[in-house]
Nanobody, 125 residues
Framework: QVELVESGGGLVQAGGSLRLSCAASGRTFIGNTMGWFRQAPGKEREFAAITWGGGSTYYADSLKGRFTISRDSAKNTLYLQMNNLKPEDTAVYYC???????????????????WGQGTQVTVSS
């Protein structure tokens, strides 16, 4: 049984930083496409960042230069380093993974096979 468990969320002031972690169990995801999505209150879940293959990455335009996605294959763990946080970054952040390394429709929620339960990030102004 595959499980993704996020951690690292919390309350932070604007301009601060947080690092989210997503620990995977039940199978390994070496090279598989893995990513982060987020969902603000009253809004749809939206793409934030992905990594695939040997470390290639894509980011949502609003997050470029502030967020960094990475993974530790030995630990089967995905990370999202978030710097210079803004109140509009407030959301529940979800880890997602695919069974393969495809990046087809990578911004679409339906393209991912596994999801974590989410971790709340709140940025105060």
């Amino acid at each position: 049984q595959v499980e993704l468990v996020e951690s690292g969320g919390g309350l932070v002031q604007a301009g601060g930083s947080l690092r989210l972690s997503c620990a995977a169990s039940g199978r390994t995801f070496i090279g598989n496409t893995m990513g982060w999505f987020r969902q603000a209150p009253g809004k749809e879940r939206e793409f934030a960042a992905i990594t695939w293959g040997g470390g290639s990455t894509y980011y949502a335009d609003s997050l470029k230069g502030r967020f960094t996605i990475s993974r530790d294959s030995a630990k089967n763990t995905l990370y999202l380093q978030m710097n210079n946080l803004k109140p509009e970054d407030t959301a529940v952040y979800y880890c997602a993974a695919r069974r393969d390394s495809s990046i087809r429709a990578y911004t679409s929620v339906s393209s991912y096979d596994y999801w974590g339960q989410g971790t709340q990030v709140t940025v105060s102004s």
